[in-house]
């Protein structure tokens, strides 16, 4: 079953005034339930905003989009909100967890503007913090841990209410290798375990090899598409060409450090 | 680009953050020029009452300024302070220490001088409204002509210019302490977890409710010695409260987990948490600010608005004439018909009604005293007369004592039976006693009633200066006449009637006196209130950029529209009336201790001022959070 279906979607930014930009380009693409699914492509290639797109964020300019089967595009910006925070987890590249709240409260506040009962959102918090190894700092405060477990802090909100898909946009970049690493390994053991379909942006190569499959953009239209084989490395050696072969974002060509 | 034009770009870019700051500062310009321009008013100049309004315009003018120097101050502070991660960027792309002065120093010599001109036209606008108020409130004859003294707007150039240029070399002084580091930490510092005590918590409380219960049974004679121990406790009080108290209350709310995690509380009380307490001080300021305004105004409006009540307290009689003495009772008749035609001319209706009295002398507190005696059926005249209907009898034995309005302590006990002597008559009587319902003459402390018989009994042995005669008026709708009633008394020769009492001449003292306060104090007390709520407006434009991001994450993981406004609007409610509220209880109590003195109630004015004050509060609520709104709206 298909959990997202984009069929040519586009976003033209500006017009009126200034001069249009199609950011996206009459994209089409499909997840499947239980997929876990990368996004790579230049810088200004128009990777967030395909995110911000598949994740209703922002609107559409043209195109069809259904997510869990409901037609998207027809609901009003209030039923939007309220979708999101039914169907959708979110995991952001600076974690977006507020400093006014302790871990514990930013993990549970999806169900708690839900309306769920105390009893249920505890239960759910207790076990979703173990299976991401941050039961130890569920009392503190944001600013008293570090990127690593912030970032699977905002995983676990991001998974709490268990949402039929789950979009990261460069979940890794604020992390060094070793957070980047835990990080990484709590997505895709969450994407095996509880089957949460994933949608991830990166730049990051080594964050990407942990996907199933990985989309390649450029200019806002679909460049290449890349298949996780039986072997990692190959699969991070395949990455790597195409990036090569994308060009202009050389910079980000990293050593190999599997 | 110039440095002088990098500067003023800097002041157009961010003038959404200088508008709240430049709005407050052009409005305190605008009163102290308004004022300004009344002090050096040319006619004024030449008035008589010249001394005293200049000097009660000096002192407005001294208080406005110094509350304008000490806001200034403090929005300066807290603008630099949102904007120092800018300066450190500035300074670490190689500004020197020096140019960053010089473009503060332009910065906000730019704004200073933009606010005063527009205050000065402001003020210019709203002037002339203000001088007719004035001439109205005066009793000038004719309005005041519409003009302004070059004096009026040199002292306000000058003395605001000084002050924006002392501010701001007070803030590059302080801003010279600061390392870079410092400086990019800025306001986005992690915030710590609130940290109150208990017992602070609970001593505050208890130092409130201590003074609270200071003003309730405050009186007339306590009020003084105990005003200034009430200060002392409420001001400290109420700082507790708001730094201690009020984070404790919330850290109450968050243990409660059915409350705290529903919905949208999770983040309305959790924000708020920070917010209380990050604003501690401020709210406390604004909360004193309020209550000094609204207990001002409503001591001021309560006691004017109560003068014809207090009036009538004071002055049992609407008009009274007293002669003492055969020879002077005998021309007195001439001055009560002179008196009667003046009231006549003027086309008052009047009733009249003329008895006599008599002398005697009773033992009371350890001494002898002079007393007067009258009939009981005059007394029932009396009555009549004040358009009361009564049903006492005074029999032979018995006397009625009639109390004036302020006794001292033990002046109201009398001893169960006394003795009224005069010449060789003596008698005694059991004692009753009640208000007075006849004017206080300077001759004797208390009328005594007693029956006709009794009174004939005295009246035929009085020698000739023991003799009153007593002419009472009643006027139909009295205050309304009070100047023209007040003007005839001055017809009276006062050798001949030595007693002339009028509720008028009452009346009008307490209305000028008040006429006066209230004008200047109502002044002041709108500033006040206006500050405080400018304080509160410039504060959240502080957070704004605070605000906006956090409520742009929250809306990517589906916070909806509708979920911010009521978040939004409760907590720009909270911050805006939890002063307000704090600060009208605080003022009740000034109220109640204003009641205790009072015969009227004062509670209807009070009920009045504060509506108005609440509704100017509401107004400004909705503007703001309208405001608010909108901005968060904007990354929604
Ligand atoms: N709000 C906007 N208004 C106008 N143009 C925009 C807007 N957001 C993005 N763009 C443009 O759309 C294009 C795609 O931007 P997008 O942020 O999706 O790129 P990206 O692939 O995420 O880049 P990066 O890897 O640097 O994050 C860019 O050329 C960008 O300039
Ligand atoms: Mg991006």
Known sequence: MAIVEAKSISKIYGGKKGIEHKAIDHLSMNIEA?????????????????????????????????????????????????????????????????????????IMLPLTLDGRKVKEMETKLAHISNTLGIDGILRNRTYEVSGGQLQRAAIARAMIHEPSIIFADEPTGNLDSKSSKQVMEALTGLNTEQHATTLMVTHDPFAASFCERILFIKDGKIFNELHKGDQRQNFFQDILNVQSMLGGDTDDLQTIRL | ??????????????????????????????????????????????????????????????????????????????????????????????????????????????????????????????????????????????????????????????????????????ITWTMRTNAVVDLFRGAKAAKRVPKFSWILSIIGLGLVITAYSLAWTADLLSIFPRMFPILLLIIPGTYLLFTQSSVALINLLRRNKSIYFRQTNLLTISDLYYKLKDHSRLLFFVTILSAVAFTASGVLFGAYQSAKTEAEALVAQDVSLLSKGEEHIANMDDEVSTFKQQLEQKGIDYQSLAMERTQAKIHHMDQDIWVDLLSVSNYKQLQKLNGNTVDIDVSNDEMVVMLPRYLTPGEEEFANELTVTSENVEETFTVQTMDTIV?????????????????????????????????????????????????????????????????????????????????????????????????????????????????????????????????????????????????????????????????SSVFMPSLLLISCYLAIYAIYFFFIRGLYIRKLKEVM
């Open chain 2, 1 to 170: 680009m110039t440095f002088k034009q990098f500067a003023f770009n800097n002041v157009k870019r961010n003038a959404r953050q200088y508008m709240s700051y430049f709005f407050s500062c052009m409005f305190s310009v605008s009163v102290f020029f308004i004022y300004a321009v009344i002090m050096f008013h040319p006619e004024i100049d030449g008035h008589e009452f010249r001394q005293t309004v200049q000097r009660g315009i000096a002192a407005v003018e001294i208080i406005i300024f110094s509350f304008s120097f000490l806001f200034v101050m403090y929005s300066t502070g807290a603008f630099i302070k949102s904007r120092k991660k800018e300066y450190g960027l500035l300074m670490t792309l190689g500004i020197s220490k020096g140019q960053l002065n010089r473009l503060l120093i332009l910065e906000n010599t730019i704004i200073g001088c933009v606010s005063i001109v527009a205050g000065l036209l402001i003020g210019t606008l709203f002037a002339n409204v203000f001088i007719m108020g004035f001439s109205n409130m005066i009793d000038i004859d004719g309005s005041l002509g519409f003009a302004i003294a070059p004096k009026a707007v040199l002292l306000t150039v000058v003395s605001y210019f000084v002050m924006f240029e002392l501010n701001t070399l007070a």
């Open chain 1, 34 to 106: 239980g997929e876990f699914v990368g996004v790579m492509g230049p810088s200004g290639s128009g990777k967030t905003t395909l995110l911000n797109l598949l994740s209703t964020i922002d609107r559409l300019s043209a195109g069809f989009l259904t997510i869990n089967g409901s037609d998207i595009t027809k609901l009003s910006k209030e039923k939007l909100a309220t979708f999101r925070r039914k169907e959708m987890g979110f995991i952001f590249q600076d974690f977006n967890l507020l400093d006014t709240l302790t871990i514990a409260e930013n």
């Open chain 2, 439 to 599: 004017n206080q003459n300077t001759h004797n402390r208390y009328t005594i009633v007693v029956s006709d018989e009794m009174y004939q009994h005295y009246a035929s042995v009085q020698e000739p200066n023991e003799q009153y005669r007593y002419v009472a008026f009643s006027i139909h709708n009295w205050s309304s006449h009070a100047e023209a009633i007040y003007d005839s008394t001055h017809m009276i020769d006062r050798e001949i009637v030595t007693g002339i009492d009028t509720q008028a001449q009452i009346y009008l003292t307490l209305k000028n006196s008040l006429s006066f306060a209230l004008f200047f104090g109502l002044f002041i007390s709108v500033l006040f209130f206006l500050a405080a709520g400018s304080i509160l407006y410039f504060k959240m434009y502080q957070d704004l950029d605070n605000d906006v991001s956090r409520y742009r994450s929250l809306y990517r993981i589906g916070l909806t529209v509708k979920e911010m406004k009521k978040i939004a609007t409760k907590q720009v409610a909270y911050l805006f009336f939890i002063p307000f509220s704090v600060a009208v209880i605080h003022a009740s109590f000034a109220f109640k201790a204003l009641q205790n003195m009072l015969t």
